[in-house]
């Protein structure tokens, strides 16, 4: 899994910081509501990515085959003649 190196800087006491900055501003009642909340956007994040990316693989390989079925065809075509 690759880290960003910005995010190598986060450690134990600045993360207990940010909960507590959070469980500050936001009251300790609604925390879990914001991570649910976070998780779910993540998953549904995700999902959308993986949608996006088996249509880009569908769309590559519908190009693969119309560009190797042209070139399949260019070759078995007979030369054209000349015109005088």
């Known amino acids: ?6 995010l190598a800087f986060i450690d134990m006491p600045i ?14 009642d ?3 509501k914001l991570a649910r ?6 998953k549904e994040f995700m ?3 993986m949608e996006a ?5 569908k769309a590559r390989e519908e ?3 119309k560009s190797e079925a042209a070139s399949s065809a260019e ?4 030369p054209a003649e000349p015109k005088p």
Do not use: N
Not at 1 to 6: D, K, R, S, T
Not at 37 to 42: E, H, I
Not at 75 to 78: D, F, K, M
């Open 75 to 78: 070759a078995a075509a007979p």
């Open 47 to 49: 999902l959308g990515q």
């Open 30 to 32: 609604k925390l879990p």
């Open 1 to 6: 899994m690759y880290l960003h190196p910005i």
């Open 53 to 57: 990316d088996e249509i880009a693989a």
């Open 63 to 65: 190009a693969r085959a």
């Open 37 to 42: 909340s976070a998780g779910q956007a993540k």
């Open 15 to 28: 993360l207990i910081g940010i909960v507590a900055l959070g469980a500050l501003l936001f009251g300790a």
